[in-house]
DNA sequence: CTGAAAGCGCTTACAG
DNA sequence: CTGAAAGCGCTTACAG
């Protein structure tokens, strides 16, 4: 493997005019740059990321928790986020590391190991929770860090966050479906007060009323994020004395179990009951009908993410954006009009 | 950040001794280890690891490119996978770099450019394709690499591998379904000639000869891996004059398809028709009813890749798995026995 | 525009 | 058992 000073031998130059070549060849004269750059070409030089990093103190790799969401259920679009993540990175000539830390303040132990060590420059957070206790630890160290996601505290949060707008989001799915005919919309949310699960709610709740569309009754709170709860939930709708002619979940597994509980019914998803979920996991593409989604822009949130990491200056501090909606046979026109 | 140096002189000691009360403690009297390591603590003292790698030359990172399907397909078992891999790497002390590459030859130049800059030690392939070029290309260089899948090549193939006996997975699968009382048990496969696909095929084959059942006409290939191709080829084997009373699909996509089109035609799957699949991906713990799957053993599969990676010498070259069958609803009792 | 020097924070033989 | 020296491969001021 080929050094800095065997090209600079080669060339015929100082080891620094070669990594003048490399770092900021305009401060060479054209002709030495020249023969510099045959010299790394021929003897296939790669400068060694270690050296500099000790150099410059800068690794230029993020650190990234890989989810592990309890029972081993997998995130909904962990692959998708992931690749998006490390595309952004790469623009910016960064790569992701991966890593596994218990949830809460404990894993922060781990967090703090790798800064320390320079394994990292610095974080991005994902899977934020409510009152999220990482942004605050991290903010407090002096540790570079941005957030997948907001912590819903009372106060402005500790560092640099993008999300996405999920009562919009979930006002999109009920005016496509005010559209599409529906005019009895039912929520399925979580019952553990999660201020991801209440924005959701909010949008849903607004968009109702902009229409002037009935709310009261129409919520519904599931124990936990299952099919099973899910199913159970869309039952209370459609057991009303007045039963929904759609719901809005709001996540793809909830959807999911309502379809389910719709078809056990006898009734056709999307005809009789229209169905949309939130997060357009892989999931919503492979059911029949294909499930009505909310869908992140992951590719945009991870670039705005490695912008606000390695350009804090040039990116907005926070950062809310639109998700879209994907329409598919879950939410057919009502009345096949 | 304290440096050596620093614990050092709070210890009085030299920098080499404090690096032995780290690397080789054994090496100094328990008075001057006990006196240097209360330094360490009260300095908070962490290596710093770029130093260290350039003398050693060693990073302790490992590459994996993060599998990106056509048209945006996610991998079905990818984040369980991942997070198998990232926990096993850090059992040795290692961690996962991610980045993404161009497939075949033409990503080469990411991996080797990596390898170069010491950015990685070596690499763990996984989404081996069938005359897979990484790996004779990666071995030609003298870059470390280990295979999560085989080549299938005639001879035999550069570098270790670890992977998952596929013949005897879908061989499990068919003793099952005769088990629970099925006679004419049908599979379904891809079109393309892929080592994977015969691999499979050739354990459905001989456990139905083992149990003498019949294999003639009772293979189908479809010509891609989606649910609609899964349907299509189902639909075939129920088309026939002697209809499958089972079918066994070589993945968990083509499994749904086949749930899906035995619905439409108002048939109970799992009662008049069992199905499996492959790979025990969240679909299958989802849909309704679950769908019986065989599923690899992943975290077997990682720290086994980690293993071959980091202590070549302890490890076999060379591992094939067998991979369990999580039964579910789809392959019920027949008959309602 | 180019080069000699210092130093980033470690580890590795080697003396003592 | 402990320490002085060299060096891993770069970059960063600073001279010339």
Redesign the pocket.
Known sequence: ?????Q??AHA?????????A???P????S???VRVQKSIELLR????R???S????AVELVGYCVPSWPGNKPHPVMDQFLHALCSAAETSSRHILLFTAPPGVKGMTVYDDLHARRLVDGFVLSQTETHDPRHEWLAARDIPFVSFGRVWGEESQPGSWVDVDGAAGCAAAVRHLHETGRRRIGLLSWTKSSGLAEDRLSGWRAACKELRLPTGGLTVRCRQDSTDEGARGAARLLDADQPVDAIVAISDVLALGAMREIERRGLAVGVDVAVTGFDDSPLARVVVPGLTSVSQPLDEIAAALVRQLCDAEQAPRELLLEPGLVVRGSSLVADGN
Not at 45 to 48: A, C, E, G, L, S
């Open positions: 493997m080929a050094t800095l000073k090209v600079a015929d130059v100082s080891v620094q005019t070669v990594s003048n490399l770092n900021a305009h401060r060479l004269r002709d030495t740059l030089y790669r400068p060694n270690n050296a500099r000790l150099r410059t103190s």
